[in-house]
Every structure is written in C-alpha cells, then in structure tokens.
C-alpha cells in the first residue's frame, strides 16, 4: 500500500523537489469530486512507496506550481515522478498505472 502524504506548502513542493535529487519522487494530483480520480487512487494505493498528493480543489497553488515547474499541463487525476527535478514519468486518467510507477522508481 501506498503511503499518502499531502502536500499542502510550497514549501513542502520544493522539499520534494531537492529529494528528487537524490531519489525519484511521486507526485498525484487528486480531485475530491471525481469519481475517475478517486478510482485511480485506488490504483495509485498499489505503489509501496510515499505518494506526495495534492488536491486541487483545496490548493490550485500548488498544483500550478508543479504544472509550471514540470512543464505538464495540470490534469486530475494525474501522477508525476520526477527525478532531479524533471518528470520521468508522466501519466493521466485511466493512463496511469501502478506498475509504471513502480517502474519509474526502480533506480532509486
């Protein structure tokens, strides 16, 4: 099962980006009113590892931010892991998978 932390500063978000110098990071951007999103995240449990989410009803901010500073257009639901501050991985809707994911991890 996954380990879901909330991102809820930019502070926070930038915290994230500095790890993901050191270790890939997964980031899931969640809609409290979709029941795509909520399904998916059903899914994205499947990651044993953190998953650092947001959602973006409660802080659009944030979610601008790492639209901007990943350059992928915001979308929810939708997971990115970033690696030194990029995106590796990239996913959104029913395109996210949690094998992917774990792939994505795998030169942690």
Sequence with gaps: MANFKPIKSKETLEELFKQSEDRP???FKHSNTCGISSHVMEMVDEVGRD???VVV???RDISNEIA???GR????PQ???I????PIY???HYGIDAEAIEKALEDE
Excluded: L, P
């Excluded at 257009?73 to 929810?76: A, K, W």
């Excluded at 690696?83 to 990029?86: A, I, L, V």
């Design 83 to 86: 690696r030194d501050g990029k």
């Design 68 to 70: 901007e500073r990943t």
């Design 51 to 53: 998953v650092h989410f």
């Design 79 to 81: 997971v990115i892991v």
């Design 57 to 59: 009803q409660d802080d």
């Design 90 to 92: 990239h996913a959104t």
């Design 73 to 76: 257009v915001h979308q929810s």
């Design 25 to 27: 990071v997964v980031i």
